[in-house]
């Protein structure tokens, strides 16, 4: 983790050469992978039909989703850094609150799982308009821009994973009961 922190720091130095901090991006998203690889090598055992499924789904809604930043009214989707922070603080709180007092357990249910993706999908239409925003100033620094989307894209399909195998052992566990 404190390498993946020193590769997002380095990729946002903008007095290094570019060439230099699109290394630095490939070895940040390189890491990210290989990170999560373990991971979707069991979900593709236990679960074949669920990446395919994720893939799918996350590029349709961050498509969805940059395409209504990209064509709304300049600037009007900006005010969503206030709303995003205050429901990753509600969340915070509520992780926090389960983990102290002993409920939720392990898992927070499908409700947290969904607001996480809305979230998510919230920060794809802010980091969309940031970066317009940024762009039309003549902050046209690609690296970063490009780390931001990445990094958003990212954290959507890790999110619609983890919603689709909840769904999946949701499924199993009806057949079960039923025979």
Request: glycine share 8%.
């Amino acid at each position: 983790m404190a390498a993946m922190m020193y590769l997002v720091c380095k990729v946002s130095d903008s007095y290094a050469p570019e060439a230099t901090r699109n290394n630095y991006l490939y070895a940040l998203s390189f890491f990210m992978g290989y990170m999560v690889g373990p991971a979707m090598h069991q979900i593709m055992f236990f679960y074949p039909e669920v990446l395919p499924q994720a893939v799918g789904y996350t590029s349709v809604v961050f498509a969805c989703f940059s395409g209504i930043a990209l064509f709304s009214k300049r600037r009007s989707y900006l005010f969503l850094g206030g709303v995003i922070s205050s429901i990753m603080m509600s969340m915070m709180v509520y992780r926090l609150t389960s983990w102290l007092f002993g409920t939720g357990g392990a898992s927070f249910g499908m409700g947290y799982m969904m607001v996480g993706l809305f979230v998510e999908c919230l920060y794809v239409i802010y980091d969309t308009q940031m970066i317009i925003e940024r762009a039309e100033r003549g902050d046209k620094d690609v690296p970063v821009h490009t780390m931001m989307l990445f990094i958003d894209l990212f954290d959507m399909f890790l999110k619609i994973v983890q919603i689709l195998i909840k769904l999946q052992e949701g499924d199993r566990k009806d057949k079960r009961r039923k025979d």
